[in-house]
């Protein structure tokens, strides 16, 4: 696959060095002050990436405050649901962002490895990576810090989350990382922000449409996603090395 070559290809810069500056500033700060201290390290090469999911609205509210021209990345799969793009729409127009960004695989990709469409009922993992992870590691080129709503309460290789961690030569930010979900909701509630549509139909956790469930009374948030497998993550949070891991023993 030559987008291969795409994901490896991404530039370094002292990681290490940053993420320590910015701990020893922002490390117990507030997800606004987590944001500007990002913004005000990294300038323009900073961005935000959303999925305009169940909780998206939370983070791109607190985003727009500190600034509505921060780049926000958008993963357009072709397998969402249209409820999803739907709420993008809403969220671009209720937040005023200027800076909305779609991302959609490479056709050449989909031709290649996914031709029918149907790549999810049979490897997962390698749908995830030509679908999202190749698009956003070409999208992150010439960013430094991105930002996600990844939180701790949320489980899994998640729930120890720092706010600021290094990985395959950017910085990644974590602005909620030590808020809990009775936060999340207070901060919705509080400044009136639209709910995915999907959420009152019973979806916590939502990405693509195929590999998406609904979950039952004492379930976590994401046991829908790839229900019935061990997968937990779509790939766009783990490195290039667990990437090629995971891929080369399917």
Same mark, same amino acid.
């Given at each position: ?10 530039? #370094? ?12 500033? #922002?490390?117990?700060?507030? @997800? ?37 021209? $921060? @780049? ?22 209720? &937040? ?8 959609? @695989?490479?056709? /050449?990709? &989909? ?13 997962? /993992? ?23 709503? %990844? ?6 290789? %998640? ?10 030569? %950017? ?25 995915? @549509? ?23 948030e994401r046991a829908g996603r ?9 790939? $766009? ?5 667990? /990437? ?7």
């Amino acid at each position: 696959m030559t987008a291969v070559a795409a994901i490896e290809n991404v530039s #370094y810069f002292d990681t290490l060095s940053a993420v320590d500056y910015l701990d020893a500033r #922002y490390a117990s700060a507030s @997800p606004h002050d987590v944001i500007d201290g990002a913004l005000k390290y990294f300038g323009r090469r900073f961005a935000l990436v959303s999925s305009f999911g169940a909780e998206s609205a939370v983070l791109l509210h607190i985003a727009s405050e500190v600034s509505k021209d $921060i @780049p926000v990345l958008f993963l357009d799969t072709g397998k969402l649901f249209g409820e999803t793009k739907r709420y993008r729409d809403q969220l671009i127009g209720e &937040l005023d962002l200027n800076d909305v960004r779609t991302l959609t @695989p490479d056709v /050449n990709d &989909l031709n290649a490895k996914d031709p029918k469409g149907a790549l999810w009922a049979s490897d997962t /993992n390698a749908c995830c990576y030509i679908r999202k992870v190749v698009p956003l590691s070409q999208a992150l080129q010439g960013f430094e810090g991105w930002a996600s709503g %990844r939180k701790r309460f949320q489980g899994g290789v %998640r729930s120890l989350l720092p706010h600021f961690e290094a990985s395959d030569g %950017r910085v990644k930010v974590n602005p909620l990382a030590f808020w809990t979900k009775d936060d999340v909701v207070d901060y919705r509630e509080q400044h009136g922000l639209p709910r995915h @549509p999907l959420v009152n139909e019973g979806f916590a956790s939502i990405g693509c449409m195929p590999c998406t469930d609904r979950i039952e009374e004492g379930e976590s948030e994401r046991a829908g996603r790839w229900r019935g497998q061990s997968k937990t993550e779509c790939g $766009i949070h783990l490195t290039v090395s667990e /990437n090629n891991k995971i891929l080369s023993s399917n």
